[in-house]
């Protein structure tokens, strides 16, 4: 099981990124996928959630209105377009995936990718 996580870097407070986390290695389609996010120095976050069929999704109360989950089952990709960006939104984002689990908690996941930095200037 492999997750890519990219399109992090470095924006102006109010832009936009959008986050990738390309997976191969395993059914894309029979898995949650997750996005979660830690800041130095804070616990780990969850951001958002993603059914396997993308018809579920659930985010955080914080991003909530700025932040939108997809997926794209052909492609093996979810993503996350993050708008309106904050300084606090600062931090590495880890996208996860679990067959069994859909849920803000980092615990239930099984596998994860390795980070990609978002740092929002003010």
Do not use: H
Request: aromatic share 12%.
């Amino acid at each position: 099981v492999q997750l890519q996580a990219s399109g992090g870097g470095l924006v102006q407070a109010g832009g936009s990124l959008r986050l990738s986390c390309a997976a191969s290695g395993f059914t894309f389609d029979y898995y949650g996928i997750a996005w979660f996010r830690q800041a130095p120095g804070k616990e780990r976050e969850g951001v958002s959630c993603i059914s396997s069929s993308g018809g579920s999704t659930y985010y955080a109360e914080s991003v909530k209105g700025r932040f939108t989950i997809s997926r794209d089952n052909a492609k093996n990709t979810v993503y996350l377009q993050m708008n309106s960006l904050r300084p606090e939104d600062t931090a590495v984002y880890y996208c996860a995936a679990d067959p069994n689990n859909l849920s803000m908690s980092g615990s239930m996941y099984a596998y994860w990718g390795q980070g990609t930095q978002v740092t929002v200037s003010s």
